[in-house]
C-alpha cells in the first residue's frame, strides 16, 4: 500500500523518559512535516525537511530532535520527556515544487501519553 | 498564527446539503485553500483545494468568493459517515524557510444526524 506510516501508533511512558516516533512515506515525495495536535484538536506545524534538509522548525524546544536518515523517512525523538507533550503527533509528506496540486498527505497519527 | 476563521460546530440532517463555511480575510493573492477532515482521531484526509476559481470532485464542492477573503466547501449529500472535523487551511509560503506551510484554523465539528 502506498501510504505514510508512522510507529508506533500509542506510546505511554514516564515523565523525564526518551522517546522515538518513527514515519515513513513510499509515495516519492520530497518534503516531510511533523505536526502536533493537543488536546483541544489544534493542529500545529512543528518541523518541515525536503530532501533530508531541515527548512521548517517552529521554535520547538530543543527536547525535540528530529531526524531524517533518507528523503523518505523523518524520525521524531524527544528527550526528557514532560506532561504538556502528551498529544497526538502527525507525519506528513508531499512532493516539492510550487503546485497547488502538492496535497499533504497524512499519516494515522501516533498518540503518546506522558504520566 | 492561524490565517483561518470557522465556526466551532455545526449539524447537518442526512441526505441534505452541508454547508461549512470559512474565513480567511488575509490570504494573499498567490495562496490556495486546502480543505481536510478528520474523523475521530485519524489522520487528516485531503478533500478540496483552491486558488480563484470553484472547484469541484467527487467528495465535496469549493466555492470561493470573488475577493478571497472567504471560502465555502460544500458535502452535496451529507451521509452519517461524513460526521467529522472539517478544517479550512491556508498555504503560505515563508520566505524564512523557502518553503510551504500548511496553517491550520480550529476547524468545524460537523455533525450529520439520521
Known amino acids: 500500500d502506498t501510504a505514510v506510516s508512522q510507529t508506533p501508533k500509542y506510546l505511554v511512558t514516564q515523565m523525564g523518559n526518551d522517546k522515538s516516533i518513527k514515519c515513513e512515506q513510499n509515495?516519492?515525495?520530497?518534503?516531510m512535516y511533523w505536526y502536533k495536535q493537543d488536546s483541544k484538536k489544534f493542529l500545529k506545524i512543528m518541523f518541515s525537511y525536503n530532501n533530508k534538509e531541515l527548512i521548517i522548525n517552529e521554535t520547538v524546544p530543543n527536547r525535540f530532535s528530529p531526524k531524517s536518515p533518507d528523503k523518505a523517512h523523518l524520525n521524531l525523538h524527544i528527550n526528557s520527556l514532560e506532561l504538556g507533550d502528551s498529544a497526538v503527533y502527525f507525519c506528513?509528506?508531499?512532493?516539492?515544487?510550487?503546485?497547488?496540486?502538492?496535497?499533504?498527505?497524512f499519516g494515522a497519527g501516533s498518540r503518546l501519553t506522558v504520566l | 498564527d492561524a490565517k483561518t476563521t470557522q465556526p466551532t460546530s455545526m449539524d447537518c440532517a442526512e441526505g441534505r446539503a452541508a454547508n461549512l463555511p470559512c474565513n480567511h480575510s488575509?490570504?494573499?493573492?498567490?495562496?490556495?485553500v486546502y480543505w481536510y477532515r478528520q474523523i475521530h482521531s485519524q489522520g487528516p484526509q485531503y478533500i478540496i483545494h483552491g486558488l480563484k476559481n470553484n472547484e469541484t470532485n467527487e467528495m465535496a464542492s469549493l466555492i470561493i468568493t470573488e475577493d478571497r477573503k472567504s471560502s465555502t466547501l460544500i458535502l452535496p449529500h451529507a451521509t452519517l459517515r461524513d460526521t467529522a472535523v472539517y478544517y479550512c487551511i491556508v498555504r503560505i509560503f515563508s520566505l524564512t524557510s523557502g518553503t510551504y506551510k500548511y496553517i491550520f484554523g480550529t476547524g468545524t465539528r460537523l455533525k450529520v444526524l439520521a
Open positions: 506528513a509528506s508531499r512532493p516539492g515544487g510550487a503546485s497547488g496540486a502538492n496535497v499533504l498527505t
Open positions: 488575509t490570504i494573499s493573492g498567490n495562496e490556495y
Open positions: 509515495l516519492g515525495h520530497d518534503t
